[in-house]
C-alpha cells in the first residue's frame, strides 16, 4: 500500500482518514453551519475554491498526488464513500438543521447528515475531484471530449450550485384572506417578514368527494368492521347499499342543506348560502333482525352540527367529513417593480413570478368548503439556474455520447 502506482485501497484509506477526521470535528466543534454560505459570502467561497482548484491543477506536474488526484481509482473510491453516507442518511430518521443534537447523537451527525463534517468533508473531496478531472479535460480539449466535458462540468455546476445556494434559499408561510392584500409571511423560525410582492385572495374553491356512510361503534367511536371498514358513497345516482347487516335506502338528499331544531327532532331544508351542508333522509333495515330505523344523517359544517343515526346499542350510523378533491385559490399578485398579475393556484400547480414560486399549501379547515383563507408557501431560491443549467448539460452531454456512440458504430460498419 502507497506503492506507486496508486489504486482503490490508497483511495478508500483517503476517504476512510477524512471521515475519521469529520468524526473527530464533529465531536470537538459541531456541526457544519451552511448557513454561512449567504449572500455575498457564497459567491466569495465559489470564486476563492474555483481559484484554488485551478492553483492545485497548475502543480499537478510536480505532484503524484495531484496527478492521480484525477484518476479513476480515486474518482470511484469518493464515489461509493459519499454514496455509502447517503444510504446512511435514507436509512435514518433526519431532522431540520436547527435542532440541536444531544448526547451520543451528536458525534457522528448522522441525524442532520447535510451539515455531518464526515459528510462535509467526504462531499467537498468528491467535488474536488470532479473539479480537477473536468479543467484537465478542457486544458486538453479534443471534440471527442465533448460529451465527456459537458457530463462534468455539469455535474459540478449541479452541485456546487446546490450547496453555495442552500442558505439563500428562502421558504415562506403565507396566510391570505379574501379581498385584503397580504405582503407579510412567516419563515421557518416563526419570525414576521415584509417581502417584496403581495398576494390578494380573490376566491378559493373546493372540488370534495362524495359524502360517504359508515358504521362506527358506539363505545369506542372505531369505523366497522374494524380490521376493515366499509362505507358507501353516496353518489348521484345512488339510492340503496348495505354495511354489514344493514340495508340503507336514500329518500332524500340535500346538498346545500341547514338544521332546524323542530319540537321533537332535528330536521334539515335547504340552504343556499355559507355554512351549508350536506344531509340525507334514509332508512335502515337490519337483514337479521327485522329491526328499523330512519331519520336525518348529516357530516355537518362549522355552523351546524352533524347528525347520525343510532341503529342499536352498539352501533351508529354516520356520516364523516367530506374529503377534498382539488382545492384552488384565485389570486392577484402585486410587486414592488409593478408588476401587477392573476393567477389560479393549486396543488402542485404553482404560480412564478420574479423568481418566487407560490404553491397552495393549505386552507381554513374547519370550514371547509366555505373556507376565506387560503395558506400559500412561497419558495425562493437564486441559486436554481445555476442547478438547471448544470443538469440540462449534462443531458445534452448523454445525447451526444450516445449520437458519437452510433457514429462510431455506423464507421465500424
Known amino acids: 500500500m502507497w506503492q506507486k502506482p496508486w489504486g482503490y485501497k490508497e483511495g478508500f484509506a483517503i476517504c476512510g482518514g477524512l471521515f475519521l477526521t469529520g468524526t473527530f470535528l464533529q465531536i470537538t466543534i459541531g456541526k457544519c453551519e451552511l448557513s454561512i454560505l449567504s449572500y455575498p459570502m457564497n459567491v466569495c467561497v465559489g470564486v476563492l475554491y474555483l481559484v484554488i482548484l485551478l492553483l492545485i491543477y497548475a502543480f499537478s506536474q510536480k505532484s503524484y498526488f495531484i496527478r492521480w488526484m484525477g484518476s ?11 454514496a455509502m453516507l447517503t444510504v446512511v442518511m435514507g436509512l435514518i430518521r433526519q431532522v431540520k438543521s436547527d435542532v440541536p443534537l444531544l448526547g451520543a447523537e451528536s458525534w457522528l451527525g448522522f441525524s442532520q447528515m447535510l451539515s455531518a463534517c464526515s459528510f462535509v468533508l467526504l462531499f467537498l473531496w468528491m467535488i474536488t475531484l470532479l473539479g480537477l478531472t473536468t479543467i484537465r479535460r478542457i486544458h486538453h480539449f479534443r471534440w471527442c471530449d465533448f460529451p465527456f466535458v459537458l457530463n462534468h462540468l455539469g455535474l459540478f455546476l449541479a452541485l456546487t450550485g446546490a450547496i453555495l445556494g442552500n442558505a439563500d434559499m428562502e421558504r415562506l408561510r403565507m396566510t391570505t384572506k379574501t379581498g385584503q392584500a397580504e405582503w407579510r409571511a412567516l ?5 414576521m417578514r415584509e417581502l417584496p410582492l403581495a398576494i390578494e385572495l380573490q376566491d378559493f374553491t373546493i372540488d370534495e368527494y362524495p359524502p360517504k356512510l359508515m358504521l362506527i361503534n358506539n363505545e369506542t367511536g372505531e369505523a366497522l368492521p374494524s380490521k376493515k371498514p366499509e362505507n358507501l358513497l353516496i353518489e348521484e345516482n345512488f339510492h340503496t347499499g348495505r354495511l354489514l347487516d344493514w340495508e340503507i335506502g336514500i329518500e332524500k338528499k340535500i346538498p346545500l342543506a341547514a338544521s332546524v331544531a323542530t319540537q321533537d327532532t332535528l ?14 333522509y334514509l332508512k335502515a333495515v337490519n337483514n337479521k333482525t327485522g329491526q328499523q330505523r330512519e331519520g336525518w344523517v348529516s357530516c355537518g359544517s362549522f355552523m351546524f352540527p352533524y347528525k347520525a343515526i343510532r341503529l342499536d346499542d352498539q352501533t351508529s350510523l354516520v356520516m364523516p367529513e367530506r374529503e377534498p378533491r382539488r382545492f384552488a385559490s384565485e389570486v392577484k399578485v402585486y410587486t414592488e417593480s409593478g408588476c401587477r398579475d392573476s393567477a389560479t393556484i393549486e396543488v402542485n400547480k404553482p404560480f412564478e413570478l420574479e423568481g418566487w414560486k407560490i404553491y397552495q399549501l393549505s386552507y381554513d379547515e374547519s370550514k371547509g368548503r366555505w373556507s376565506d383563507i387560503s395558506v400559500f408557501e412561497l419558495v425562493r431560491d437564486p441559486w436554481l439556474p445555476v442547478v438547471y443549467t448544470g443538469i440540462w448539460m449534462m443531458i445534452a452531454g448523454a445525447v451526444c455520447l450516445f449520437a458519437l456512440s452510433q457514429k462510431r458504430k455506423e464507421d465500424n460498419t
Open 267 to 280: 330536521n334539515f331544508v335547504e340552504f343556499h348560502s355559507m355554512g351549508a351542508t350536506y344531509a340525507v
Open 187 to 191: 419563515d421557518e423560525n416563526q419570525k
Open 72 to 82: 479513476c481509482q480515486a474518482a470511484v473510491s469518493s464515489m461509493v464513500s459519499v
